[in-house]
């Protein structure tokens, strides 16, 4: 599926309570699909008072107790420069009988040296802070940080430098030499800015209350430090939400769409305070029918996170993950060859390499990504393979890396992982056979929904039932036969209002009953 240029931005938040789900759609595609469990503790940009618990002399590293059930990975060259800066700082803070004071009123210290050795500068047992670099991915614990930043929309802040720069994706030098000259102006001692994308164009004032925010976040949330004992959290990244909204919100989003009151008070409240001028594209939405359903964002994840991903012209990729990499194989399937091989095969692979940077991100695939492509002799072809693939991937927040096809027509791409990549189970098991091959009889499941509402109208509590089932089943019991619906005669039995809705989240053969505040009712 091709990229799609100048389309609008969409934003759906799904909120259920066992956590979150967000998806980006542009211009109805679906581009990238976050999940956020209740119970997910770690997240890149946390950062912690964390502890020493071993130090690896072989590895130049430390491991760290962060409070995770493996102890967290912290390597000598992300210590930062500033590491004895902060190291000094921590002490200070924790001393009970030390003056509390500022960052900016804190002597630097000599950076370290970039060919040091980790036990120069840390012990077993110390105290340190860290922050999150990558969450947890499957046996490793996570990956940490002593080089701190707080990442606002427009600046990022870093406590104990005093350096300043700017996104590389800013192309006018004249705005860089401005948004230089402006930071440099308003910034405190003893803290460094990186200045991002979004800042383009801004006023003095609008950076201004950032940066004295971002500055604000960070003396309060060191606060913490005094008396604190590891592991601890001290200043805990926004949610996955506002971190997403924070970092891609522009003037290209159409509508922020939202199912939770409480999640749609707090998107709105958010966008107010980055962006006031986007507040009427939040909508909270109360359709009856789930809203990823609505959106046909369920439909879209049933296709794309198969192993086989279709595309046009019956073309399709062949997706295989291993622990060390991830293979994607591209087919021309039965597409009709018209214009001769390579013409085919150029014409095959560039829809592909759209497909594939989609899926990369979608996935949020990291680490080693192998591509086999369609053989192609052309040079010309094979490069014009290569530019589509960076441009493609050109508005990719992850760090990555592109290669040039190699003689056997594969392709290389490193990706940043930050945290595990999204696997989602698109073949479903049966409910009721569990994959043996045989299921109950759809007769029986009828009764079985009958007796359930026959059992609700004695017990007298409800007068209106909603019914939630798969699409197959909504459409035989709202089906008219004869006079009446099968829907028609079970009202007529129970005395009971009933709703009949269908969802594709469902299995064949499962249903659920709600109430007239749409709470399930479990019987």
Known sequence: ??????????????????????????????????????????????????????????????????????????????????????KKFTGILQSPKAKKRPSNRVRLETEIDKNGKISDVLNGGEQVVVQIAKEPISLKGPRLSSEISIAGRNLVLMPFSNKVSVSQKINSQEEKRRLINLIESIRPKNYGVIIRTAAQSKRVADLDKELRYLIEKWESGIKKLQGSKPPQLIIGEVNRTEAILRDILNSDFSQITVDDDTAYVEIKNYIQKIAPDKTNIVKQFKGKTPIFEHFSIEKQIKILFGKTVPMKDGTYLIIEHTEALHVIDVNSGNKKNTTGQENNALSVNLTAAAEIARQLKLRDMGGIIVVDFIDMTDPNHRQQLFEKMKNEMDDERAKHHILQLSKFGLMQITRQR????????????????????????????????????????????????????HPFLEAYINKKTGFKSLKKQWQKNTNLSIRVFSSMEYTIMEYHFFNEKDEEIML
């Open 418 to 469: 930050v945290r595990p990549e999204m696997h989602i189970q698109t073949e479903e098991t049966c409910p009721t056979c569990l994959g043996k091959g045989k299921i109950q009889a759809g007769i029986l499941v009828l009764d079985e929904i009958e007796n359930k509402l026959q059992l609700l109208a004695k017990q007298n509590k409800e007068k209106r039932v909603t019914i939630k089932v």
């Open 1 to 86: 599926m091709s990229k799609v240029q100048g389309a609008n931005n969409e934003l759906v938040v799904e909120v259920k309570p066992t956590g979150i789900r967000i998806a980006l759609l542009k211009g109805k595609q679906l581009v990238e699909l976050h999940q956020e469990d209740n119970n997910h503790r770690f997240s890149v940009g946390d950062i912690y008072l964390g502890k020493v618990k071993k130090l690896m002399t072989g590895l130049n590293a430390a491991f760290v107790d962060v409070g995770y059930q493996r102890d967290a990975f912290l390597h000598y060259l992300d210590l930062g420069p500033n590491f004895s800066t902060l």
